[in-house]
């Protein structure tokens, strides 16, 4: 074996350049492959070990307490398959909070109030961030994330209701399970006249939607069906807070993917190409005396090291990077809290790429290797020692023939010499123009996503309207002032009024954001999945992450509370892309939600040529309590996403480069004698370049022509597994963004990254003196 690694250890040190392109390649590899398996472990493991360490709920219910008692749901809960469970307990809904003080909390309208005896309950434990638990009337703890109490004034610690109810807030709790917005004690929720009872339970099997329902069955047999007026599931939450790392898994993946079959490309044709130029050296290895499995040890070994090397730069890297793409997965996604600090790339995954990466390096090296297990010594010697030109001669005959300059027609011969290399560095080179060209789709759509969320290609001004509650010059004109104010503004086409407000879906404690409007809605709604944008009160357009939450479809009635409390239908006539999870017209139904009964945004949409700082200026002046700006660009999510596509798409073009650069090395050394005869008859230095190039952009080009379809294919298959995974439908707009203008450079971009790969290689072959390689003829 001390025979294997000296041979091999030699053998790595004569082929520098090869054994740094290996390593290269096997650590761009294996840091994409630490990234994405962190982000794709991020998705479930934390979030389930965070849920189960708060005895989360799998399923939040609610029942009509004028349908069934307290002791029924007790008794009905004693059912196999349930293995914890906590309740009944009063539930009543506030509505449109507001703190005295600065900060109030959230969106203004409605939100659930539960009646419970402690935190610590066997199902929904809830953590006390600061304060204490509520012991008498009048005091309640509020629902916030940890650390956001701590931050309130004294002063701020009291929530006032339309209603005229005021409540000391004692205390700051999260709920994982986010079971209400608020808690008071069991005898307060009573005496708010609480017409609801909450249940809470945990399951055996609790895996799916029907093992859920299976569950919900066996807990309330015997129970009147109709007692039962909403359920909230724990899976939902996870897949809100999955969609942060779904973000980046599918290219991720498809990066990943790619990296490791260049991977494999470039180790098969550098163990291929030292094969063939070692021909002698394994002929001298086997007279030495070395086996067959020796020799092909011995090649195995060379490139394994190098891997290894590679393999643990690749990890800490990966490490890092990884580390901060599950970090900022989660970024700005409500209940991340839950997983945010707890969310990392797994220990696991760092002995299976140090260890997988190795191996699929011996793998990929192991059929060259065989070639030079097979070869017998006497055949070996005497092969290395002659000069092989290969098949391309008579191609080169062709060319010659043409008009073409002698080094081109001599060039384009080249890949034919070795069309088992040359199909190597053809593959590399169209894996890297497809990665070039997915990547620059996938930076359009996000871009188009990102002006679709803003709508910056129909609005132009955003005006913001004071808080009053907030420290600051509240706003001098009435709604339907400033939208008179703003219309009679010289540029200005069209003006929408937004309100956003929390209201429930009757039957349900989880919180549903509405965004009521009136104005110019239909000219400035933006672009939908399916459907059609409201054409009146009564229809509503809902998000696609509210769409599949709840699995409505068009046409479908959702019930909503108004601000008077009543069960409001609304008809789904529309799904967005993004959004609040319902938009409304019913002004007049839902306004009064808001405690300031008014909206919170005007948007502004100008006629072509309108200089809309200016106008954001002129607003401004017109009434201090408003702030008007210029819709901006892309959000940071997008910037995050396009930074990390061309992070990876430059990654992946260097390796494809080093490729061609590790064939370019292979072929000239082979030819050096050609080289050499050709310089000695007059062939100049730029000639001998002009030469080595041109083979090299003969295969970028076909590369380019095969490349640029893949990269389209592969794009339109990405973005709908982007916003599947993300729980977003996507407009078909997004994958609309292909012109030819775009088309034809990327055609074209083989061809460059094969030029690049040649250029150094050809120069270095260029400068060789004649009679250093004719020195032995």
Do not use: C
């Amino acid at each position: 074996m001390s025979a294997v690694w000296t041979a091999a250890r030699a053998a790595v040190k004569r082929r520098r350049l090869q054994t740094f392109i290996l390593g290269v390649v096997v650590m761009v590899s294996s840091a994409m492959a630490i990234a994405t398996l962190g982000l794709l472990a991020a998705v479930s493991g934390p979030f389930d070990k965070a849920y189960d360490a708060a005895k989360g709920a799998h399923l939040v219910t609610e029942f009509d307490s004028g349908k069934v008692t307290p002791a029924q749901l007790t008794r009905a809960a004693d059912a196999p398959g349930v293995t914890a469970v906590a309740g009944p307990y009063p539930e009543t809904v506030l509505r449109s909070p507001s703190l005295t003080g600065e900060h109030p909390i959230g969106l203004a309208g409605s939100f659930t109030v539960v009646g419970r005896d402690r935190p610590d309950t066997p199902v929904d434990t809830l953590l006390l961030s600061a304060g204490r638990w509520p012991t008498g009337p009048g005091e309640l703890v509020l629902d916030l994330p940890s650390g956001l109490g701590s931050v309130l004034n004294e002063s701020e610690r009291h929530l006032r209701t339309p209603d005229g109810l005021d409540f000391k807030i004692v205390g700051y709790a999260a709920s994982a399970s986010q079971s209400a917005g608020g808690w008071v004690t069991p005898d307060q929720a009573r005496a708010l006249h609480a017409d609801s009872l909450q249940m809470l339970y945990r399951f055996h099997r609790a895996g799916s939607e029907a093992e859920l329902k299976t569950g919900l069955a066996a807990a309330t047999e015997g129970v009147r069906t109709d007692a039962l007026t909403g359920t909230s599931s724990y899976l939902a939450l996870k897949a809100n807070l999955a969609k942060g790392p779904n973000t980046y898994v599918p290219f991720l993946t498809v990066f990943g993917v790619l990296g490791l079959i260049v991977s494999v490309l470039i180790v098969g044709n550098v163990v291929s190409g030292a094969v063939v130029a070692g021909f002698r050296h394994i002929g001298i290895l086997k007279a030495l005396g070395f086996t067959p499995n020796q020799v092909t040890a011995v090649y195995l070994v060379m490139v394994t090291a190098p891997a290894v090397v590679g393999g643990v730069l690749g990890s800490v890297l990966g490490g890092l990077v990884g580390k901060k793409l599950v970090h900022q997965a989660f970024w700005g996604i409500f209940g991340s809290e839950l997983v945010q600090d707890k969310a990392t790339v797994p220990v696991w995954v760092y002995p299976v790429v140090l260890l997988g990466m190795p191996v699929l390096v011996a793998l990929s090296a192991l059929l060259p290797a065989m070639r030079a297990r097979r070869l017998p010594a006497a055949v070996a010697i005497s092969a290395g020692g002659a000069q092989r030109t290969g098949r391309g001669l008579a191609v080169q005959r062709r060319f010659g023939s043409s008009r073409l300059p002698r080094p081109v027609s001599l060039g384009l011969g080249w890949p034919f010499a070795r069309p088992g290399r040359t199909a190597l560095t053809l593959s590399t080179v169209v894996l890297g123009v497809m990665t070039v060209t997915m990547a620059i789709g996938l930076s359009a759509s996000v871009v188009k996503f990102g002006q679709s969320q803003s709508q910056t290609d129909k609005i132009q001004v955003r005006v913001q309207v004071n808080n009053p509650t907030f420290d600051a010059v509240p706003a001098a004109h009435t709604d339907d002032q400033l939208s008179s104010l703003l219309r009679a503004m010289p540029g200005t086409r069209h003006v929408l009024a937004d309100a956003p407000l929390e209201t429930r879906t009757t039957g349900s404690s989880a919180v549903v954001r509405v965004g009521v409007q009136r104005g110019d809605s239909d000219a400035l709604h933006p672009d939908l999945v399916r459907g059609h944008w409201m054409r009146g009160p009564g229809e509503v357009v809902v998000s696609s992450e509210y769409w599949h939450r709840h699995q409505v479809s068009l046409g479908q009635q959702i019930v909503l509370d108004d601000s008077d409390g009543r069960p409001t239908p609304e008809t789904v006539v529309g799904e967005s892309s993004g959004g609040w999870d319902v938009t409304s017209l019913d002004w007049d139904r839902f306004i009064k939600l808001n405690p300031n009964q008014r909206a919170m945004n005007f948007y502004v949409q100008l006629a072509p040529g309108t200089d809309a700082a200016a106008y954001a200026s002129a607003v401004t002046k017109a009434d201090r309590g408003v702030g008007a700006s210029v819709n901006g660009g892309i959000e940071t999510m997008e910037k995050v996403v396009i930074s990390v596509v061309s992070t990876l798409t430059l990654m992946l073009i260097v390796v494809s480069a080093l490729g061609v650069l590790n064939t370019v090395v292979l072929s000239t050394r082979e030819r050096r004698k050609d080289l050499g005869m050709l310089k000695s008859i007059g062939m100049t230095p730029r000639q001998v370049i002009a030469m080595v190039v041109t083979s090299m952009t003969v295969l970028g080009t076909v590369g380019g022509l095969l490349g640029v379809p893949l990269g389209v294919l592969a794009h339109r298959i990405i973005i709908p597994l982007t916003g599947h995974g993300t729980g977003v439908d996507l407009p078909a707009s997004l994958l609309h963004v292909w012109h030819w203008p775009t088309l034809v450079p990327l055609a074209l971009a083989g061809a460059l990254i094969a030029a690049l790969g040649a250029y150094l290689p050809a120069r270095g072959a260029a400068k060789v003196p004649v009679a250093e390689v004719l020195r032995t003829e």
